[in-house]
């Protein structure tokens, strides 16, 4: 690699690492003409450095040049920092020499903006397009798509990518407003309609006429920055829940705002990412996709924000304790799914085990049931009958209390390896 190269690569792969969504999940390419790679058999595993970058997919940025002056982002055109730009033919030689080194399986590419939306589309088409075609690379692909770029390029390009994403990047128009005035949530969920219509119709091609070649096969999700801008908990779920809905996204991804600026609309420089409010939102999109939780159930008016030092399937258990105790040998599945310390896996095993007889504690451990916090909202045959009676306050304190690593609040302390 020429020293040139590597100098663009340190640049561009630093400024890719603020952007999370890259999960690869869903991925069904298969090798096929003697080509290179394959993302159905292989998968994708991630690996983030603790500056955050992931190391099992080249995942760098086309460029970190940019027209918009966003003020939350790294690539703004304002921000004094070093620029650089691969060129088409780099960036496919830079994946299929560390693709063949074993070095990554997979290619994650973004890009700032320069010029405008079809010039910087175009290339990453040109990309994509090369790998597959001329390259004949089978590993997975996810590409972010240039709001603004025309819905041409966008279709080609989605012909050769497993991923598609396009970031919304505030939850609200208020708060893109804010620190993006440029920039309107139309812009993304535009694209998003487009290629969710565009999924759909060449699935339905694909049962008439099978070789119809796939398109987004892995579908498309989008990214929102979080703890930038005021908005709470309950606008961003709803955002999310509402573009699931919507363009049935595969993912929603919750970033963290990390101070980068010293504008004096965002966080000051130094101050804590938002981690554990990340995490919490990550559990309760959890919930809603796998626990059939309702958006409202969660957070409403009356609870705006998730609890920090609970994740909040017990938050919401603690707050509706008329639904309690289940009895565990009755209860349909999907009210098993709402206990605390039972989780999708458990509860299958649940409703299958007890066809042969009513399940005792035991029996519940071996499952897998978290049983120090589930034992408060359920009945089994031999649990003790005086646990209904306490309060939810008590509730909490008992399982802070005998899961201290977990549920303390003050307790950050990193834990010890070795």
Known sequence: MSERLREKLNILADAAKYDVSCSSSGGNRKNDNKGLGNSHASGICHTYTEDGRCVSLLKILLTNHCIFDCAYCVSRKSNDITRAAFTVEEVVELTMNFYRRNYIEGLFLSSGIFKNADFTM???LRIVKK?????????YIHLKTIPGASEELIREAGMYADRMSINLEMPTESGLKLL??????????????????QIVQFKEERKLIKSTPKFVSAGQSTQMVIGATPETDQEIMQTAALFYKDFSLKRVYYSGYIPISYDNRLPMIGSQPPLIRENRLYQTDWLMRFYGFHVNELLNDANPHLDID????????????????VDINVAAYKVILRIPGIGVTSAKKIVQARKFGKLRIDQLKKIGVAYNRAKHFIKCADSPYQLKDYQGSQIKAFIQAESQSKYLKYDTSQLILF
Do not use: Y
Not at 131 to 139: D, H, M
Not at 311 to 323: E, F, G, I, T, V
């Open 310 to 325: 609970i994740d909040p399937k017990l938050s919401w258990a603690l707050r509706n304790l008329q639904h309690f105790p």
């Open 131 to 139: 790998l597959r075609l001329e390259e004949r690379f089978n590993g």
């Open 180 to 197: 993006a005035p440029e920039k309107t949530h139309q812009q993304v969920t535009q694209p998003l309609g487009f290629i969710k219509n």
């Open 122 to 124: 175009e290339r990453l």
